[in-house]
């Protein structure tokens, strides 16, 4: 761990961050796939988030200038959804609404690729995902085997800084050690447990965290970056302690959300490892 002022302001980041959101419980607009709906809900309760999913096209137009937060998913998208989808983000743009993109299987799937794609366009305030999702997103590979990465997270460190470059947003790489990247900046956080990848929604849900994050930092002028790691920092420090007692899957999925909402501030920012990139 780099013991450096950045650091140290870094870590002052997290402990804010977190108890903005538990402060002021931000709502998120989750616009996101039918396989996670619920661990989604779950997960942002249990960090001190309000969850609502609404999904109709005019519903969501809406709907999207009373968040805090709005996250698009596409994992599992309908003609329906996608209309939603643009009707959301076309309010959340207008009305300065932090809106994030998670580019689930992008890359192997046409339909969603065009659409996620569409979306850079709109300039997403944050995008995360997996190495495979990243890379194929900014168009230098060809996806992966549906959820499943194929890719390092250090191999994804060019496409995510070219697409921050190209959204002037924050980008997300999700794995065994995160790679969060926005203009001119870089950070590295480890954090997590190797049964997260056996919980179906963990990565779903971190964009919908991602997304209450942005909504809390927003109203106390914190910035895009340090929310999208504070973000990361929670789920990720829930999944190290939840491991540490855990079982199997189903016994870590449990403690995962106790964790979430059992883990103060300041220990969220103790049981993570955070680097300043060069």
């Known amino acids: 761990m780099t013991d450096s002022p950045q650091h140290h302001s870094q870590t002052a980041a997290i402990v804010e961050c977190a108890q903005e959101v538990r402060a002021t419980a931000p709502l998120v607009h989750c616009l996101t796939n039918s396989v996670v709906k619920e661990i989604t809900a779950n997960v942002l309760l249990a960090a001190g988030a309000s969850p609502a999913m609404v999904e109709h096209p005019e519903e969501a137009r809406v709907f999207a200038g009373i968040a805090n937060g709005l996250l698009v998913n596409v994992g599992t ?34 339909q969603r690729t065009e659409l996620a794609r569409e979306l850079l366009d709109l300039k997403p305030t944050a995008i995360r995902g997996n190495a495979t999702e990243v890379v194929a997103l900014a168009g230098l590979g060809q996806g992966g085997r549906g959820v499943d990465s194929t890719e390092s997270v250090e191999s994804a460190r060019e496409a995510a800084e070219a697409l921050a470059r190209r959204t002037g947003g924050v980008v997300a790489v999700s794995g065994e050690r995160d790679l969060i990247a926005s203009s001119g900046r870089v950070t590295r956080l480890t954090s997590g447990h190797s049964l997260m990848p056996l919980v179906i929604g963990t990565g779903c849900s971190l964009g919908a965290a991602v997304a209450a994050y942005l909504g809390a930092a927003r109203s106390s002028g914190m910035s895009d970056h340090d929310a999208v790691v504070a973000a990361h920092a929670h789920l990720g420090a829930a999944g190290t302690v939840a491991g540490r007692s855990a079982e199997g899957p189903g016994s870590f999925h449990v403690r995962w959300l106790d964790a979430l909402h059992a883990l103060s501030p300041e220990e969220i920012a103790q049981v993570v490892e955070l680097e300043d990139a060069a």
């Open 77 to 110: 998208i309908s003609e329906e959804q996608t209309d939603a989808i643009r009707a959301a983000v076309a309010t959340a743009n207008a009305q300065g609404v932090p809106w994030v993109l998670d580019p689930v299987a992008v890359g192997g799937l046409p």
